[in-house]
């Protein structure tokens, strides 16, 4: 397939890059400033927050599939009104100008924190592992642009007009983040482990960026015996942690430990059986054997 990566430069669009690339499949990445690469994969900057531009980047390599990642990355990094309206421009022009010009395949990247955990006045999850049929709680204009995102995405696989599905990738860590390199917001993974009100936060919740780059090439590979409009959670196997988040939710996300107990030993907050189940998709890496 002709596969365009949207946010290809990321710290996942690079990994996606490379995997679809590793393929066989051809890839266009597309990025305001796309890095510079040494292989086969075709670079392109383009703002797809300008309708006409991203029509007109389609439209110029028509792909049989999309990969949308591109977006403000998290909550704090721009003013509030640009992150929503940046978010939702985004994906609402890439999912129009797919179904214009016969895209057949649009996968986007939502995130974990529709279901509103960080929420300053307080949240409590009714229950645990989060799956996709948990309500969603935004509380900020990243959360609330994710949850805009995901309805537009299923409001056109409502119309039938090609396959659209919907991810919501865990924090990213990237290859060289284990061996200490900065993580998306400052720092590092070890610092990450070792202080735990950091890590609370986002339940302590992770991926790595290469097992969320097999779930993106299996999930196009697959995407015909999908259901369309499809969500689906993308996380380790476990949480960043030394202890048992039965143990860390309560003390530090205030959790019921009723509810915060439904989590046995090293378990992930999320739930990823409906990955496995419809894709046959497993993380393959955690911190315990990558963290250097």
């Given amino acids: ?69 591109a977006a403000i990355p998290a909550p704090g990094m721009r003013s509030e009104v640009r992150t929503f309206t940046t978010n939702t421009a985004l994906a609402y022009n890439v999912c129009q100008s797919a179904a214009d010009l016969g895209v057949g395949h649009v996968l986007v990247a939502s995130s974990p924190t529709v279901m509103g955990y960080g929420n300053p006045a307080g949240w409590q999850p009714s229950y645990l592992p989060l799956d996709e049929n948990h309500p969603v709680a935004p509380w900020n204009a990243y959360t609330m642009s994710k949850v805009a995102t995901e309805d537009v995405v299923r409001a056109f696989a409502r119309r039938g007009e090609g396959r659209f599905h919907i991810f919501r990738p865990c924090f990213v860590v990237s290859p060289e983040e284990w061996r200490g390199a900065p993580t998306q917001g400052g720092g590092t993974v070890r610092g990450r482990l070792e202080n ?11 991926v790595d960026a290469r097992d969320a780059a097999e779930f993106v090439r299996l999930l196009l590979a697959k995407a015909e015996h999908v259901p369309n409009g ?63």
């Fill in 1 to 69: 397939m002709r596969v365009l990566v949207t946010g290809g430069s990321g710290r996942l669009g690079r990994n996606v890059v490379d995997a679809l690339a590793a393929a066989g499949d051809e890839v266009v990445s597309v990025d305001t400033v796309p890095e510079r690469r040494d292989d086969d994969v075709v670079t392109f900057p383009a703002d797809l927050t300008d309708a006409g531009e991203c029509y007109s980047t389609l439209a110029r390599f028509r792909p049989d599939a999309i990969v949308h990642l």
């Fill in 196 to 206: 735990r009100s950091e890590a609370a936060v986002s339940l302590f919740n992770y």
């Fill in 230 to 292: 499809e969500t689906f959670f993308v996380a380790a196997a476990d949480a960043l942690a030394e202890k048992p988040l039965s143990e860390l939710l309560p003390e530090h996300m205030s959790v019921p430990e009723e509810v915060a107990g439904q989590l046995a030993g090293t378990a992930s907050a999320f739930d990823t059986s409906r990955a496995r189940r419809l894709l046959g998709w497993e993380p393959a890496y955690d911190w315990r054997t990558e963290l250097v």
